[in-house]
């Protein structure tokens, strides 16, 4: 199954390096340097504690804040987890930056190629898991959108650096749903075992009970860390410029 997989990669590439091409040929410093930053785990820490504090605030018991972490890990587990340790080592599919067909049309940051494989991405995976399991629990539109845009945002970071193929990151994305959906599931399945049903129908609270408020504030918290970061890269763009 493996080897049908990467034979179908391999033997279609034109669409996924003609697209690859838009995203990675940029000729600008800045946005290479912003991919750099915007790629970085470290860069979403404010956004992660922000998301920590929405559950602490909006759930009553121990129990349920731990379910709410616990199916969290699950999806990134069956993204990332499942990606890592089976599909990449399964399938091979070099990274475009280190494909010894196309290596030197692509654009690399700082000579950084990558490591392992690149089928499929684990950046969209992830991102997207995280996404759409905290769609699911908030139930908030704002929300809801600002952490799509957010994974997608992760997601070019990784073709502008050359480090997937189209291809990787939809099937990611892809992935990532299905793992956050899945990881819900099993929230849901647990959660009503352990708390009441209460239907929320003001206006300050979101449908399955999240404040408004505090919603907007990992919104808040989301905007202002990606200002920060571009101004980040301004600054280092131009003192990279200056050497």
């Known amino acids: 199954m493996s080897s049908i997989l990467t034979i179908a ?3 279609a590439p034109s669409l996924d390096v003609t697209v690859l091409s838009w995203f990675n040929d940029s ?8 991919a750099t930053y915007l790629t970085a785990g470290w860069t979403w820490l404010p956004l992660y504690i922000a998301l920590f504090i929405l559950v602490m605030k909006n759930n009553e018991t121990i129990q349920q ?12 587990i069956l993204a990332g987890g499942v990606d890592n340790l ?14 010894p067909i196309i290596k030197y049309m692509v654009d690399v940051v700082a000579g950084y190629r990558g490591k392992d494989f690149s089928f499929f991405s684990a ?13 699911w629990l908030v139930r908030d539109k704002l929300l809801s ?5 957010w994974s997608l945002i992760n997601c070019w970071t990784r073709l502008h650096l050359g480090m997937h193929y189209p291809s990787d990151i939809v099937v990611g ?7 956050g959906s ?3 599931f099993f929230f849901n399945r647990i959660y009503y075992r352990i708390s009441e049903k209460i239907n929320y129908i003001s206006s300050q609270y979101s449908s399955t009970g999240y404040a408004k408020t505090d919603i907007d504030i990992v919104a808040t918290i989301l905007t202002l860390t990606l200002a920060v970061v571009m101004l980040m890269a301004a600054h280092t763009a131009g003192m990279l410029y200056m050497k």
């Open 9 to 11: 990669l391999t033997a």
């Open 27 to 34: 000729h600008s410093l800045w946005l290479d340097v912003l």
């Open 65 to 76: 804040v731990g379910l709410v972490m616990g199916c969290t890990l699950l999806a990134l």
């Open 86 to 99: 089976v599909v990449k080592p399964l399938v091979a599919r070099p990274r475009p930056s280190s494909d």
């Open 123 to 135: 950046h969209a995976a992830n991102t997207m898991a995280v996404a759409t399991f905290f769609i």
């Open 145 to 149: 959108v600002m952490l799509v845009c």
């Open 173 to 179: 994305l892809v992935w990532g749903v299905i793992s």
């Open 182 to 184: 899945v990881a819900f």
